[in-house]
């Protein structure tokens, strides 16, 4: 990994890093959505300030060039990330739909059982002008 | 002087009728709220079957959420205190006049804390718990001697502040980024019983992560937040 590529590495993990908490300062972002991309800030950290890191495992798997390793993880780690967003939006969707659904279906029902009182309230009041008569 | 008790329930329907009755019956000058968290078990026709006070969430948010909800219906009806208080029978509402008590003193928080003068046992559990203690004695110089108990009572200022904000769920990194905000929190001794039924949400992996977020939340994230401050009704 050359110099200028391990900076390149730490200034958008540092920037990510910082766009995050400003995120989470102004109260528009959950913590539990930070920490992944936190932690993934650090790892990339991690491994430009300690490239025989990167080398090490770069060696293990049996690959030519530590930068390909770099780029096998961006990969692996998004596709995994992408794969549970992909479930979690999923989720997301089906409950907005239930909710929705929710609130229709207890207004109409509201509209019913009023219609209803004000036909009884209505008939007995004709019943009354009968009787009066 | 008004106290909500309110009660997140979450497939509980082996249990929520036992802990409803007890209060009911023991207790009844505490006001209660039951919140079914879109149970898919019968929890909520038991609830509207034996006439409980009940808020039934149509989906499932989760306890944050859930509690949230509690703490919003306390905050509109004006509640002087809320205690949060689990379904399966594991919090015993004897201990909760003590803490009434105790945040009458003038606290923010007032936690039922299993260690005020009990010793801490060594298990996994506890291991956790330790660290988030001593995470949370890194970043604000305080002892929270049982951050993770689930029985915290809060003052009108705190529901307020709960209700209306974003990340604050009933956690410890919550209670943590308080204390550093200048909250003051008491704790009580209590005992806690071993859940009546169902199973514990923790299991391994999850207990990993959540460890992983509280101590990342405690050690990292909070000291960058700034505090919105509600005025309470």
């Known amino acids: ?54 080398s ?74 009968e009787n009066d008569r | 002087m008004k106290c909500l008790v309110i009660v997140p329930a979450y497939n509980e329907e082996e249990s929520i009728v036992r802990v409803i009755e007890n209060l009911k019956k023991h207790y009844a000058a505490y006001d209660y709220v039951v919140i079914n968290d879109g149970s898919s078990d019968n929890t909520a026709e038991l609830c509207r079957k034996m006439g ?8 499932n948010l989760g306890l944050a959420g859930a509690f949230q909800t509690g703490l ?7 509640y002087d205190y809320a205690i949060q208080f689990d379904a399966d029978g594991q919090h015993r509402p004897e201990f909760i006049e003590a803490m009434l008590d105790k945040i009458q003193e003038g606290y923010d928080i007032v936690i039922g804390s299993r260690f005020v003068t009990e010793k801490k046992p060594h298990s996994m ?34 529901i307020a502040e709960f209700a209306l904000n974003l990340n604050y769920g009933p956690e410890p990194d919550t209670i943590s980024y308080l204390l550093k905000q200048g909250a003051t929190i008491a704790e009580v001794q209590v005992e806690m019983d071993e859940r009546a039924a169902g199973e514990s949400y923790l299991n391994l992996s999850r207990s990993v992560m959540y460890m992983l977020r509280m101590l990342m939340s405690i050690l990292f994230i909070q000291n960058f937040r700034k505090r919105r401050e509600v005025k309470s009704k």
Do not use: C, H
Not at chain 1, 11 to 30: A, D, E, W
Not at chain 2, 72 to 78: F, L, S, T
């Open chain 2, 52 to 59: 409980y006070e009940l808020i039934d969430l149509p989906v």
């Open chain 1, 56 to 129: 090490l495992f770069t060696r293990m798997i049996g690959m030519q060039l530590p930068v390909n390793f770099i780029f096998l993880l961006f990969i692996f780690v998004l596709m995994v990330k992408l794969f549970f967003t992909t479930i979690e939006l999923s989720s997301l969707e089906n409950k907005v739909k239930d909710l929705t659904q929710e609130l229709a279906l207890e207004e109409k029902e509201r509209r019913d059982e009023q219609k209803k009182l004000l036909e009884e309230t209505n008939s007995v009041k004709d019943r009354i002008i």
């Open chain 2, 125 to 158: 559990r506890m291991l956790g718990s330790n660290l988030i203690s001593l995470a949370t004695r890194i970043t604000t110089g305080r002892k929270v001697k049982d951050p993770t108990s689930g029985m915290r009572m809060f003052n009108k200022k705190m």
């Open chain 2, 72 to 78: 919003k219906y306390a905050y509109r009806k004006g």
């Open chain 1, 1 to 54: 990994m050359t110099p200028i590529f391990r900076i390149l590495l730490i200034v958008v993990s540092l920037f990510t890093t910082y766009y995050i908490l400003k995120r989470i300062r102004q109260s528009k972002l959950q913590i539990e959505y930070a920490i992944f991309w936190i932690l993934f800030s650090g790892v990339l950290i991690v491994f430009s300030l300690f490239p025989w890191l990167v």
